[in-house]
């Protein structure tokens, strides 16, 4: 019997980490027919003629248009959420996908888009479809990891990753905007298994990547993961998701132009013009990023650290995770959506990546899939200790 074509609708599919996904998944045979869409057409074009396939298409789709949206997903099997920013497009997506019938799955990062589509949840269950929210590195790998310590150990207590981003990663203004929003505003942490929210510089400290980022500064950063990871590890007691930019100049620079009030959203009066602060920090950032400087020979960083407790001992697990945001990000929900219609993650509903992947295999392929095309170093390390008497 021969077996149903597959076909994916990648909105945002050329985007700076959507095109991964999209190259990756034209690489495999999972989907017979891929649609790059996307506002703009002449983008997606080009990264159809490129790969140079014919299971390509592409297709001129503005979320916004909620007609255009739901005839776009009519004959589609899986629509793939790589646009942005998640807070404003994500549950517009979500929406139109649970209407048609249609399983999605996306990398958002962005807490009010988890919050608002969470609540979901009943409708994509009575379609019978999933729903998958927040596959990438992180929220995605990062999870996924502190779920593999943890099956390590009796009860998790402690985790943290904090994560170094290279100035130099190629990302678009949507991500920019959305790591200003979640770096510069009142940042959600877990303190004492409660959640509660710090300033923004707040419980800055060092933070050694090892090799060859070494030791930088690092501030918390709100994330989903706060949200999501004690829906399934109840105990944890401490959650703390922080980041930087490499270099370390770069970090203070930012760090200087927030605390002198260019990341405020209030509009200010410059030459008769209402200017806001931050959409001047967004624009001045973006206009220093060259094609030209964009060759791999940088690297972001992340450790993941979970502590907790095993046969009475207090464990450590570490994980030095080297590599770049592209691929990191956009491979992760390939391999995923393959998942979904293989029917490997079974799911239904609302689900987030902790609660519905088997750590150790998703995050094998996607580490040997990234290490095809991009370099990739990840390190673990296992730590026991207990007290003298006792």
Same mark, same amino acid.
């Given at each position: *019997?021969?077996?149903?074509?597959?076909?994916?609708?990648?909105?945002?599919?050329?985007?700076?980490?959507?095109?991964?996904?999209?190259?990756?998944?034209?690489?495999? +045979?999972?989907?017979?027919?891929?649609?790059?869409?996307?506002?703009?057409?002449?983008?997606?074009?080009?990264?159809?003629?490129?790969?140079? +396939?014919?299971?390509?298409?592409?297709?001129?789709?503005?979320?916004?248009?909620?007609?255009?949206?739901?005839?776009?997903? #009519?004959?589609?099997?899986?629509?793939?959420?790589?646009?942005?920013?998640?807070?404003?497009?994500? !549950?517009?997506?979500? %929406?139109?996908?649970?209407?048609?019938?249609?399983?999605?799955?996306?990398?958002?990062?962005?807490?009010?888009?988890?919050?608002?589509?969470?609540?979901?949840?009943?409708?994509?269950?009575?379609?019978?479809?999933?729903?998958?929210?927040?596959?990438?590195?992180? @929220?995605?790998?990062?999870?996924? *990891?502190?779920?593999?310590?943890? +099956?390590?150990? %009796?009860?998790?207590?402690?985790?943290?990753? !904090?994560?170094?981003?290279?100035?130099?990663?190629?990302?678009?203004?949507?991500?920019?905007?959305?790591?200003?929003?979640?770096?510069?505003?009142?940042?959600?942490?877990?303190?004492?298994?409660?959640?509660?929210?710090?300033?923004?510089?707040?419980?800055?400290?060092? $933070? %050694?990547? &090892?090799? !060859?980022?070494?030791?930088?500064?690092?501030? @918390?950063?709100?994330?989903?993961?706060?949200?999501?990871?004690? #829906?399934?590890?109840?105990?944890?007691?401490?959650?703390?998701?922080?980041?930087? +930019?490499?270099?370390?100049?770069?970090?203070?620079?930012?760090?200087?132009?927030?605390?002198?009030?260019?990341?405020?959203?209030?509009?200010?009066?410059?030459? &008769?013009?209402?200017? $806001?602060?931050?959409?001047?920090?967004?624009?001045?950032?973006?206009?220093?990023?060259?094609?030209?400087?964009?060759?791999?020979?940088?690297?972001?960083? *992340?450790? $993941?650290?979970?502590?907790?407790?095993?046969?009475?001992?207090?464990?450590?697990?570490?994980?030095?995770?080297?590599?770049? *945001?592209?691929?990191?990000?956009?491979?992760?929900?390939?391999?995923?959506?393959?998942?979904?219609?293989?029917?490997?993650?079974?799911?239904?509903?609302?689900?987030?990546?902790?609660?519905?992947? %088997? @750590?150790? @295999?998703?995050?094998?392929?996607?580490?040997?899939?990234?290490?095809?095309?991009?370099?990739?170093?990840?390190?673990?390390?296992?730590?026991?200790? #207990?007290?003298?008497?006792?």
């Amino acid at each position: *019997m021969a077996t149903k074509a597959r076909k994916a609708m990648v909105l945002g599919g050329c985007g700076a980490q959507g095109s991964f996904a999209t190259r990756d998944m034209v690489r495999r +045979s999972v989907f017979d027919e891929i649609v790059i869409a996307d506002l703009d057409l002449e983008a997606a074009d080009k990264l159809a003629r490129a790969l140079d +396939s014919p299971k390509v298409s592409t297709r001129r789709v503005d979320i916004l248009d909620r007609k255009a949206l739901l005839a776009s997903l #009519r004959d589609a099997d899986l629509v793939m959420n790589c646009t942005g920013p998640y807070y404003l497009l994500g !549950p517009k997506v979500v %929406d139109a996908a649970i209407e048609a019938g249609k399983n999605y799955i996306d990398f958002c990062d962005d807490i009010a888009a988890h919050e608002q589509i969470i609540e979901k949840d009943e409708q994509a269950r009575e379609k019978g479809i999933t729903v998958l929210v927040g596959l990438g590195v992180s @929220p995605g790998i990062a999870p996924l *990891m502190v779920m593999h310590a943890a +099956s390590q150990m %009796d009860e998790v207590r402690d985790v943290s990753f !904090p994560q170094m981003i290279h100035e130099r990663e190629p990302e678009g203004p949507a991500v920019i905007y959305h790591m200003a929003a979640n770096f510069f505003g009142k940042i959600p942490v877990i303190r004492g298994g409660k959640r509660v929210y710090l300033e923004a510089f707040e419980e800055e400290e060092e $933070v %050694d990547f &090892g090799p !060859p980022l070494g030791k930088a500064k690092v501030a @918390p950063f709100g994330h989903p993961e706060i949200f999501t990871l004690p #829906r399934v590890l109840p105990g944890i007691q401490n959650l703390t998701i922080k980041i930087g +930019s490499y270099p370390v100049e770069t970090y203070e620079a930012l760090k200087f132009l927030a605390q002198a009030g260019l990341a405020g959203t209030e509009p200010l009066e410059v030459k &008769g013009r209402g200017i $806001v602060p931050r959409d001047f920090l967004i624009s001045l950032l973006m206009s220093g990023r060259h094609e030209e400087e964009r060759k791999q020979d940088y690297t972001s960083s *992340m450790v $993941v650290e979970v502590k907790g407790k095993k046969g009475g001992k207090t464990i450590t697990v570490k994980y030095n995770f080297n590599g770049l *945001m592209g691929p990191n990000t956009g491979i992760p929900c390939s391999v995923g959506a393959e998942w979904i219609v293989q029917g490997k993650i079974a799911k239904k509903g609302v689900v987030f990546p902790e609660e519905c992947i %088997d @750590p150790k @295999p998703f995050v094998d392929e996607v580490l040997r899939r990234v290490g095809e095309i991009s370099p990739i170093t990840v390190k673990e390390t296992v730590s026991v200790s #207990r007290d003298w008497i006792g």
